[in-house]
């Protein structure tokens, strides 16, 4: 039976070569993903359909998070990449964060996004006047460095460092500051919702004294109106947090900031309504003005590559930098 099945297989690789050879040449050349990502121009997600906030108010125009088109490094993507214009190619180790596998890098960025979330809806609510209340905040463990002596792992919840309650990393850098190099700090976690005490190593580096630990907080509150984001499984990173808190906020108020506008952009946002950098501005500028946006918001810190693009591609689009949502909020009731 076996010799059978056997000759049969045989004969059929015999008659048929060429074409699983041409099969196995295809599904090398699509599907075999090469050490690299290539950028190319992005797009706008629409924020009024992500949006639902309790007896909220519409609003005339569009308010949409600017985003970079990533694309695996297959063969086909990088012949690409040498044709068409800015569409560039980016080796994975500028795109994984160190000491990270994809996969951890991912799972980093969507914890920087829900972050960035909590962020849009705390400081949206806090400049409208509406009432919210943080009622929980957990410090996420999203990154290692690879001088860290340590058993802290990646994604763990900070609880306390030295028997202190920590919320934030300017608080747990604050403590350790006070330690000289070389010292071992006492930090308790949650892992897989058990506690664990875990030990880190003080070390010297430029900026000054450091454990190598970087951490990302997330929040839960209670507000009113109720409000729901949605966002999707594909969506990572914190870059979308300005245009979310300003979707948030011409939400909550009556007047209507959009003017009609199409409206784009980019940046991080803290609870306090400050604007960071953030990058790939300029496949996001590319890809706002594919969509004839009128207006793309950027971070101050930004600023200056954005313009320079819109020059070198003659674009059409308004550019405004800003610091702060407040800023943002005032430009645009002033177009």
Not at 48 to 68: P, T
Not at 93 to 120: F, G, P, R
Request: hydrophobic share 40%; aromatic share 8%; glycine share 8%.
């Amino acid at each position: 039976m076996f010799t059978k099945v056997y000759e049969e297989v045989k004969n059929f690789i015999k008659e048929n070569y060429k074409y699983l050879l041409f099969l196995l040449i295809l599904v090398t050349v699509f599907y075999v993903e090469l050490p690299f990502k290539i950028y190319r121009p992005g797009g706008m997600v629409v924020l009024d359909k992500r949006i639902e906030i309790e007896n909220g108010y519409d609003y005339s125009g569009e308010l949409g998070m600017a985003y970079v088109s990533v694309v695996k490094g297959s063969i086909p993507f990088l012949l690409a990449s040498y044709v068409l214009p800015n569409w560039d190619i980016v080796p994975n180790e500028k795109v994984v964060n160190e000491n990270e596998t994809w996969e951890e890098t991912v799972k980093s960025d969507k914890i920087a996004m829900q972050q960035s979330v909590d962020n849009a809806i705390i400081s949206a609510y806090h400049l409208a006047g509406k009432e919210i209340k943080i009622t929980k905040e957990e410090a996420n463990v999203t990154y290692l460095a690879s001088e860290a002596k340590t058993d802290i792992e990646l994604f763990d919840i900070i609880l306390s460092v030295d028997g202190k309650e920590i919320k934030s990393l300017e608080e747990l850098k604050s403590i350790v500051t006070k330690h000289q190099v070389g010292d071992v700090v006492n930090v308790l976690v949650k892992r897989d919702d058990e506690e664990i005490e875990c030990h880190a190593e003080v070390y010297d580096t430029s900026s000054g004294p450091k454990i190598g630990v970087s951490i990302t907080n997330t929040y839960e509150y209670e507000e009113s109106p109720n409000i729901a984001v949605k966002t999707n499984r594909s969506e990572s990173g914190p870059s979308g947090g300005l245009m979310m808190s300003l979707a948030i906020y011409n939400g909550l108020v009556e007047e209507d900031i959009t003017k009609g506008l199409k409206i784009i952009g980019t940046g991080t946002i803290d609870s306090e309504g400050n604007v960071g950098e953030i990058g790939g501005v300029e496949y996001k500028l590319l890809g706002g003005e594919k969509k004839n946006c009128d207006i793309f918001l950027v971070p101050n810190g930004n600023l200056e590559e954005a313009l320079k693009v819109k020059e070198e591609n003659n674009l059409k689009i308004k550019i405004i930098g800003v610091s702060s949502l407040q800023e943002a909020i005032d430009s645009l009731k002033n177009v």
